[in-house]
């Protein structure tokens, strides 16, 4: 079964940092432009962060820039999302996606999808 999984979230406090991980299982991410998205309570999933397929293009959401990092080590099937000094407002939940095309702020044109994993920023 071809499926994206994310794991690394929890509770931090602000100016804490997290590193979230997506394995996948069933394809290989090196074909694939990945990417994370995310959703707080009461509003709309939103792109935080992408990476081209080739790897030397990245894009993030301006809120995150400076403080986020996303990186892919293809011999691992496994992508990153580096979280520093977090904020309150970061507090969503983080989902990893992948498609066989360039980068995407679209969330259902990505064809591996997964479930999400939580991450909480106290004050």
């Known amino acids: 079964q071809r499926q994206v999984v994310e794991s690394g979230g929890g509770l931090v406090q602000a100016g804490g940092s997290l590193r979230l991980s997506c394995t996948a299982s069933?394809?290989?991410?090196?074909?694939?432009?990945m990417a994370w998205f995310r959703q707080a309570p009461g509003k709309e999933r939103e792109g935080v962060s992408c990476i081209r397929i080739s790897g030397r293009g990245t894009y993030y959401l301006d809120s995150v820039k400076g403080r986020f990092s996303i990186s892919r080590d293809n011999a691992k099937n496994t992508l990153y999302l580096q979280m520093d000094n977090l904020k309150p407002e970061d507090t969503a939940m983080y989902y990893c996606?992948?498609?066989?095309?360039?980068?995407?702020?679209?969330?259902?044109?990505?064809?591996?999808r997964g479930q999400g994993t939580q991450v909480t920023v106290s004050s």
């Open positions: 069933g394809l290989t991410l090196r074909a694939y432009a």
């Open positions: 996606a992948a498609r066989p095309a360039d980068c995407s702020g679209t969330w259902i044109s990505y064809t591996y």
